[in-house]
């Protein structure tokens, strides 16, 4: 009886994997299709000129290391000035809470382009001259920071009560257990929002490109192709890409993703 259990428990397990795997395969197929679509679209009805993305693609691929350089150093203060504010919001202390509050307010209440150019054009009315990148990088993390201080908060409070008098009662200090106990759990919560939201800085970075300071991708493919009347063809370059980036980053984070969810178990 156990073994004809276990036979058909394995037969129902096989014909689940067959299933994924004819859902994944369905998929690829339908992906490439549509690519071929896209294909045939700026290859015939579309006349686009090949020598150009040829010539220049190399240029504009140039672009990624400062892309992927503005998101890297911006992602990290985006966490740190999220954990700040989030460790703000939940404080009792009244100019604490007040300043964390203020600061995600005024963020996720004005644009992230004029956060932008505040930082470009704004500040040198002020005497203070910022390098293109600490610009791009201070006005990428201040605003992903708000904007990541509640999944950091909603992690924090997300660790029961029961252990952080648990880590009491054994005799530890407030920020004892802060350290030890909920900031480790708060932060396995927070890594697949984290990784979301670095995924989508990597393409708000192209907006850093429009003050000119910043020599990424976009800067790259727009500089080119209005230079040569080619900006249809330059900006494809520009998408594929960014697009090629997001894919890489979205394996890397799925990877992660099961990795935790492995460990949950």
């Not at 201080?149 to 909603?154: C, D, G, Q, V, W």
């Not at 029961?160 to 932060?187: C, D, F, H, N, Y």
């Amino acid at each position: 009886m156990n073994q004809a259990g276990t036979s058909q428990a394995e037969l129902l397990y096989e014909a689940q994997q067959r299933k994924v795997r004819q859902f994944r395969n369905n998929v690829v197929i339908t992906w490439i299709v549509l690519l071929g679509l896209l294909i045939f679209l700026f290859s015939g009805p579309i006349q686009i000129d090949t020598d150009f993305i040829r010539r220049n693609t190399l240029f504009i691929a140039s672009g990624i290391g400062e892309t992927l350089n503005i998101s890297v150093l911006s992602i990290v203060l985006a966490i740190i000035l999220a954990l700040l504010a989030a460790l703000g919001r939940l404080s009792t202390i009244p100019p604490v809470y007040a300043v964390s509050t203020f600061y995600v307010s005024l963020i996720r209440g004005t644009p992230l382009f004029l956060q932008i150019f505040f930082f470009f054009l704004a500040l040198p009315q002020l005497g203070i001259v910022l390098p293109g990148l600490i610009a791009g990088v201070l006005a990428l993390g201040l605003n992903y920071g708000a904007y990541m201080s509640e999944t950091f908060r909603a992690g924090i409070a997300s660790v029961s009560k029961g252990q952080r008098e648990a880590a009491i009662a054994i005799g530890m200090t407030p920020t004892q257990t802060m350290r030890r106990i909920v900031l480790p759990q708060a932060l396995r919560f927070a890594i697949p929002p984290m990784g979301n939201d670095f995924i989508s800085m990597t393409k708000d970075s192209a907006l850093v490109s429009a003050t000119g300071f910043v020599h990424d991708v976009m800067w790259r493919a727009t500089r080119v192709g209005r230079a040569e009347f080619n900006s249809l063809e330059a900006l494809i370059i520009a998408a594929v890409f960014y697009w090629m980036m997001t894919l890489i980053l979205t394996t890397f984070q799925n990877r992660m993703e099961a990795r935790l969810a492995r460990g949950d178990r």
